[in-house]
T-cell receptor
Framework: KNQVEQSPQSLIILEGKNCTLQ??????????LRWYKQDTGRGPVSLTI?????NTKSNGRYTATLDADTKQSSLHITASQLSDSASYIC????????????FGTGTLLAVQP | NAGVTQTPKFQVLKTGQSMTLQCAQD?????MSWYRQDPGMGLRLIHY???????DQGEVPNGYNVSRSTTEDFPLRLLSAAPSQTSVYFC?????????????????FGPGTRLTVL
């Protein structure tokens, strides 16, 4: 079982609508949690990075939240645009690991006009 | 400032052939790494380097070699390609290693190399 689970696997929304993507992790303790956006055929691009002590981090229309007690993070996208169509990947860095980042498999978001 | 560049973008190999995937960055980053991305799986770390002359294995290093003779370049060599190495390969760099405790350095990824081994 993957230590970082994302849901839903895929999502279709209409342009202008909001959406929330979920990330549940079992990694404990952890150092930080990252969200990346990956456009089709491109490399991932960093959206937010939160340490274990942070609850929320924003980057424009993207807002990530973190609940370390329930081991859940969410990425909220406000007023979606066609360019938001991409895969969104949650990544957890375990505390104390020497070279490990644990990647989720991503949520594929399609924004339709 | 080109960021992280990778060549080639696409490559088809036959089983047993060898090749080198190129990666370069112009941000003077010390940390560079190689990942592979397969359908239904998260990115997995192959090898990484914390500076010129220093490399180490990641999660899935078998069948791959790396070297780091300069800060800018971090090539990945496939010694004898196998169909199991069919994947998309990403190179990434950051100012410091993202796995250091407390590090929140942004990792920058290249555009990827799509490799097919027949």
């Amino acid at each position: 079982k993957n230590q970082v689970e994302q849901s839903p696997q895929s999502l279709i929304i209409l342009e202008g609508k909001n959406c929330t993507l979920q990330c549940n992790y079992t990694v404990s303790p952890f150092s930080n949690l990252r969200w990346y956006k990956q456009d089709t055929g491109r490399g991932p691009v960093s959206l937010t990075i939160m340490t274990f002590s942070e609850n929320t981090k924003s980057n424009g229309r993207y807002t990530a939240t973190l609940d370390a007690d329930t081991k859940q993070s969410s990425l909220h996208i406000t007023a979606s645009q066609l360019s938001d169509s991409a895969s969104y990947i949650c990544v957890v860095r375990p505390y104390g690991a020497t070279n490990k980042l644990i990647f989720g498999t991503g949520t594929l978001l399609a924004v339709q006009p | 400032n080109a960021g992280v560049t990778q060549t080639p973008k696409f490559q088809v190999l036959k089983t047993g052939q060898s090749m080198t995937l190129q990666c370069a960055q112009d941000m003077n980053h010390e940390y560079m790494s190689w990942y592979r991305q397969d359908p239904g799986m998260g990115l997995r770390l192959i090898h990484y380097s914390v500076g010129a002359g220093i490399t180490d294995q990641g999660e899935v290093p078998n069948g791959y070699n790396v070297s780091r003779s300069t800060t800018e370049d971090f090539p990945l060599r496939l010694l004898s390609a196998a169909p199991s190495q069919t994947s998309v390969y990403f190179c990434a760099s950051s100012y410091s290693t993202p796995v250091l405790a407390g590090s929140t350095d942004t990792q920058y990824f290249g555009p990827g190399t799509r490799l097919t081994v027949l």
